[in-house]
């Protein structure tokens, strides 16, 4: 029953439900830009990972910032934000699966997080200054920012903010993974060692 086609299907749709909620519910971190907002959406695409593959967590990821986009969309109508977000989610979760599939263990969990993170930080850096704050710039009629106060609100931002998400977001499923994970894996017939 839990390897039918029908089971996945409505699983995959119940966490990216989840992950849309866990989205909206955000919040900034003191001594930070306060558009930076912290949440942790990408527990659930982890989870569908983890289940499924890596393509299950990609479509969490997708379905969670479709969803955000119709019901909570910027009045640009360009979904900057939210491929923002798709894009970081990806960077996270695709490090974790290969590591996690070599070493299926809290361990190799933690460890993919780490990397994922650190993927994610350097990949959302490298992304900002080259394309996501320059089409802020381009759809919200901005004026163009300096190269040195783009790269200052990296150093200073965007660096730090997902930093300290990735880290968030590893230590929060570290307390989930024997209550949650490891009880779905089992279920799943698909046994992890702690």
Same mark, same amino acid.
């Given at each position: 029953?839990?390897?039918? *086609?029908?089971?996945?299907?409505? &699983? #995959?749709?119940?966490?990216?439900?989840?992950?849309? !909620?866990?989205?909206?519910? %955000? @919040?900034?971190?003191?001594?930070?830009?306060?558009?930076?907002?912290?949440?942790?959406?990408d527990i659930p695409a982890i989870i569908a990972?983890?289940?499924?593959?890596?393509?299950?967590?990609?479509?969490?990821?997708?379905? *969670?910032?479709?969803?955000?986009? &119709? #019901?909570?969309?910027?009045?640009?109508?360009?979904? !900057?934000?939210?491929?923002? %977000? @798709?894009?970081?989610?990806?960077?996270?979760?695709i490090p974790f699966s290969f590591i996690f599939?070599?070493?299926?263990?809290?361990?190799?969990?933690?460890?993919?997080?780490?990397?994922?993170?650190?993927?994610?930080?350097?990949?959302?850096?490298?992304?900002?200054?080259?394309?996501?704050?320059?089409?802020?710039?381009?759809?919200?009629?901005?004026?163009?920012?300096?190269?040195?106060?783009?790269?200052?609100?990296?150093?200073?931002?965007?660096?730090?903010?997902?930093?300290?998400?990735?880290?968030?977001?590893?230590?929060?499923?570290?307390?989930?993974?024997?209550?949650?994970?490891?009880?779905?894996?089992?279920?799943?017939?698909?046994?992890?060692?702690?």
């Amino acid at each position: 029953m839990f390897q039918s *086609k029908a089971f996945k299907l409505v &699983f #995959i749709g119940v966490l990216s439900s989840i992950s849309f !909620i866990l989205m909206v519910l %955000n @919040f900034p971190l003191p001594g930070l830009p306060p558009y930076l907002k912290v949440d942790f959406s990408d527990i659930p695409a982890i989870i569908a990972l983890i289940m499924f593959g890596p393509v299950a967590g990609i479509i969490v990821e997708a379905i *969670k910032n479709i969803l955000h986009f &119709f #019901i909570q969309s910027s009045a640009t109508g360009v979904p !900057i934000d939210q491929a923002a %977000n @798709f894009i970081a989610g990806v960077f996270l979760i695709i490090p974790f699966s290969f590591i996690f599939k070599k070493m299926r263990s809290l361990k190799g969990a933690v460890i993919g997080l780490v990397v994922g993170t650190i993927f994610m930080t350097v990949g959302m850096a490298l992304l900002n200054y080259f394309v996501i704050l320059p089409a802020y710039t381009y759809f919200l009629n901005m004026p163009q920012m300096q190269s040195h106060d783009v790269k200052l609100l990296i150093i200073t931002g965007i660096l730090p903010f997902n930093l300290i998400k990735g880290l968030l977001v590893t230590t929060l499923f570290y307390f989930l993974y024997h209550k949650l994970i490891r009880p779905m894996e089992y279920k799943l017939h698909r046994k992890i060692p702690a």
